[in-house]
T-cell receptor
């Protein structure tokens, strides 16, 4: 799986958009970008994934650059409950026998009132 | 919505005890996983199962075993608990796609 680089921490004001960047310059053509988050003392939660096109769901939007070397997760109207560690993971979608997800250190997003 | 439940949120056991952690899912997913999470080490895969009665070792299987007698249930067993097994244990499931869905976790303390 390609390596990802994320900032250690970020702050965001409640109600504003939170933009979380992720660099994955060694991504290969069949690797997807996945985002998970982990709220303190809970299990990780799947947020969104994408390959080339931008994606949006009820939780967030994912913007992937044209060269696919970086992406941004956008929480359009951050709330205090969005305070969590956000993980960007790059891997192939159909795993065969390799199902392991490798979680790095992620970005601690703190949403401030 | 996928629902993954774990038998306990908090558990305290003594050194040498046999410990059972249970995970149940309601989405008919084939694959189930046990991870442990420790500060500074991230999530590490202990065991996973891709079918009933099938299991494979993950990165850190020593000191653990697993059981999957039914598709919806995956148990992690600590044969003889030790203090270095104090950790947060997370169960996850996965269907045909790679997205994994996690339970709330069990914080195990071995004294």
């Amino acid at each position: 799986d390609a390596k990802t680089t994320q900032p250690t921490s970020m702050d965001c004001a409640e109600g504003r958009a939170a933009n979380l960047p992720c660099n994955h310059s060694t991504i290969s053509g069949n690797e997807y970008v996945y985002w998970y988050r982990q709220i303190h003392s809970q299990g990780p939660q799947y947020i969104i994934h994408g390959l080339k096109n931008n994606e949006t769901n009820e939780m967030a939007s994912l913007i992937i650059t044209e060269d696919r070397k970086s992406s941004t997760l956008i929480l359009p109207h951050a709330t205090l409950r969005d305070t969590a560690v956000y993980y960007c993971i790059v891997r192939v979608r159909s795993g065969g026998s390799n199902y392991k997800l490798t979680f790095g250190k992620g970005t601690l997003l703190t949403v401030n009132p | 919505d996928v629902k993954v439940t774990q038998s306990s949120r908090y558990l305290v056991k003594r050194t040498g005890e046999k410990v059972f952690l249970e995970c149940v899912q309601d989405m008919d997913h084939e694959n189930m996983f046990w991870y442990r999470q420790d500060p500074g080490l991230g999530l590490r895969l202990i065991y996973f199962s891709y079918d009933v009665k099938m299991k494979e070792k993950g990165d850190i299987p020593e000191g653990y075993s697993v059981s999957r007698e039914k598709k919806e249930r995956f148990s992690l067993i600590l044969e003889s608990a030790s203090t270095n097994q104090t950790s947060m244990y997370l169960c996850a499931t996965q269907g045909r796609a790679v997205e994994q869905y996690f339970g709330p976790g069990t914080r195990l303390t071995v004294t």
